[in-house]
């Protein structure tokens, strides 16, 4: 069974800055994409952000697109969230997700994914 546990969110100013990262307990790590998700509140999960197995190919929603950054470390099994610019929009739980194995391609919907963290929430004040 893998866990994935995030960490990083908290309370930021507009414009300010976090990092959020996301570790994996065990399993084969660098065999899967990652994908960040976020939920509002009242909203429905959305998509945020997703990156290949080897980290060479990474993919935004088109409202976090040049303003986010997802990266990963397969030695330490962590994928991470780099996050600037922030919104009040932004604010949210934010979550990491494995998908389903055996799927291949960019896979946006939360039908995809079977291992997901327990989320860390981020705040941004305007």
């Known amino acids: 069974q893998v866990q994935l546990v995030e960490s990083g969110g908290g309370l930021v100013q507009a414009g300010g800055s976090l990092r959020l990262s996301c570790a994996a307990s065990?399993?084969?790590?660098?065999?899967?994409?990652m994908t960040w998700f976020r939920q509002a509140p009242g909203k429905e999960r959305e998509f945020v952000a997703r990156?290949?197995?080897?980290?060479?190919?990474?993919y935004y929603s088109d409202s976090v697109k040049g303003r986010f950054t997802i990266s990963r470390d397969n030695a330490k099994m962590t994928v991470y969230l780099q996050m600037n610019s922030l919104k009040p929009e932004d604010t949210a739980v934010y979550y990491c997700a494995r998908p389903r194995a055996f799927l291949v391609g960019i896979r946006t919907e939360e039908k995809d994914y079977d291992y997901w963290g327990q989320g860390t929430r981020v705040t941004v004040s305007a």
């Open positions: 990156i290949s197995r080897s980290g060479d190919s990474d």
């Open positions: 065990r399993g084969t790590f660098g065999m899967y994409s």
